[in-house]
């Protein structure tokens, strides 16, 4: 029987050790700064109940859950009329229970719903997990991929925008990035914009359009209005609002004379300033922070402050984004729990680093030194010394007896492994091992204190 050529399922990947050691990187600085902010991390199941998530993401969403068949003889319990229909919404529902997690925010939801008495508000988590989505597999769009999120529930405090701000800047800047913009906009000032040229029923028509100022330009976003039943008279108010020019606090101003006879719109520009205000009483950011009145960001999911970030060093779509929506839980029956939350997109994050050389050495660095010898005596020789770099906290290797020198070099140099130690006779005579920079070609002779006291330093 011919032999099947294995291969991965469309939509996913394998990642080498190299790549898995950057990735790591990359997750291991963000978490880290999580923390440092309170955040604590906790994991839910790759599978949930389907109940739990369809319908919370809208038809095209719930067309993209993958599904899992149940148990056994699945179709048992399904009639002939029912198969007959071939009708895979109402079949679906007979023959699975579960399925994988498309987001990780819906199962956030039911995560605070279950544990509600065990947990202390205001509730702040992040999670570094995988989802999965159905969707058409393309550059750029897997059908499995990593989200990695914070969010804190249960508090309306404008804080938690502010410290998201820090958050953003403190874990790019130390993955190397040094020029990054955090635009930052709010759901109401865009209501209050639909309110005052009386369009508020077509609020999502008018955001859809305005969100894609950068792509299509002025007059895309023109047409794209008109072809959407606003008039030019519309356009004529919204043209300086969509335009607005000058720093910030000139923009805030700016709103402020525009929403004048707009409620929800006002407060919208009181919340940006009050994030701005809690911002110039912390630390300054290395990050550009821009109010963007184009930014619109899920319209139907955000209902107060939202960010996106992007990076001017590379050509990227947002590499983060986020922002507050109310009653999180209120899909599961707990009503009037408030919350907001950022995600970094960890996978342009690791093209724009890769892109740029920015990850260090170190994050792929798996091990520090590697032991090679020439036969059974050697190999014996280096065990307790193998044991003591360990000790030491000393990732290292021991390269099994009986190979070539250059082989082993060459395994050394193939896993970027920057020290070699080779123990032969004469090494064992004297008690001064060979130490090799396999960096620059140096070798030394160095008792194993000294190597290990500079293996450490």
């Not at 000058?246 to 300033?273: M, T, Y």
């Not at 990076?311 to 907001?340: E, H, P």
Request: with cysteine.
């Amino acid at each position: 029987m011919a032999s099947i050529k294995p291969s991965t399922p469309r939509g996913t990947r394998d990642f080498s050790p190299t790549e898995m050691a950057k990735r790591n990187y990359i997750f291991d600085t963000i978490k880290g700064v999580f923390r440092k902010y309170g955040y604590q991390q906790i994991e839910t199941p790759a599978m949930e109940n389907l109940s739990t998530l369809m319908g919370k993401y809208g038809d095209e969403g719930d067309k993209l859950i993958f599904k899992i068949l149940n148990s056994g003889d699945y179709l048992s319990g399904i009639s002939e009329e029912k198969l007959a229909t071939r009708n895979p919404q109402l079949i679906t529902q007979e023959i699975s229970e579960k399925a994988l997690r498309y987001d990780l925010t819906v199962p956030f939801a039911r995560y605070v719903v279950m544990h509600q008495n065990e947990i202390t508000f205001p509730f702040k988590r992040f999670q570094v997990q995988p989802v999965w989505r159905a969707d058409r597999p393309q550059k750029g769009r897997y059908r499995e991929f990593y989200q990695c999120d914070a969010d804190v529930v249960g508090s309306d405090s404008l804080l938690n925008e502010a410290e998201f701000v820090l958050i953003y800047d403190e874990a790019l800047s130390a993955l190397g990035l040094d020029d990054f913009t955090i635009k930052i906009n709010n759901r109401k000032i865009l209501s209050g914009i639909a309110e005052v040229i009386d369009k508020a029923d077509d609020i999502i028509d008018l955001t859809v359009a305005i969100d894609k100022l950068d792509k299509i330009g002025l007059d895309g976003v023109i047409k794209e209005l008109l072809e959407k039943g606003f008039t030019e008279h519309d356009i004529e108010k919204l043209r300086p609002v969509i335009l607005l020019q000058g720093s910030n606090e000139e923009k805030l101003d700016s709103l402020r004379k525009a929403l004048k006879h707009s409620e929800i719109g006002l407060k919208g520009c009181d919340e940006i300033e009050e994030i701005f205000n809690y911002l110039k009483h912390l630390h300054e950011t290395k990050a550009t922070l821009e109010l963007d009145i184009t930014l619109a960001r899920g319209l139907n999911y955000y209902t107060g402050a939202i960010f996106e970030v992007k990076t001017n060093q590379a050509a990227m779509g947002s590499i983060g984004g986020g922002g507050r929506y109310d009653d999180l839980t209120g899909m599961f029956g707990l009503k009037g729990i408030t919350g907001c939350g950022i995600s970094f997109g960890a996978d342009r994050i690791y093209d724009v680093l890769e892109e740029l050389k920015l990850f260090p050495e170190t994050a792929v660095q798996t091990t520090q030194v590697l032991i090679c010898c020439f036969d059974k005596h050697g190999e014996k020789y280096a065990l307790p010394f193998l044991q003591e770099l360990r000790g030491r906290n000393i990732s290292a290797e021991l390269y099994p007896a009986g190979a070539k020198m250059k082989k082993q070099l060459d395994y050394a140099n193939n896993k970027q492994i920057p020290y070699v130690v080779v123990i032969g006779s004469d090494e064992m005579e004297s008690g001064l091992l060979t130490l090799k920079n396999m960096h620059t070609g140096d070798q030394e002779k160095l008792s194993t204190e000294m190597i290990v006291a500079m293996l450490v330093a």
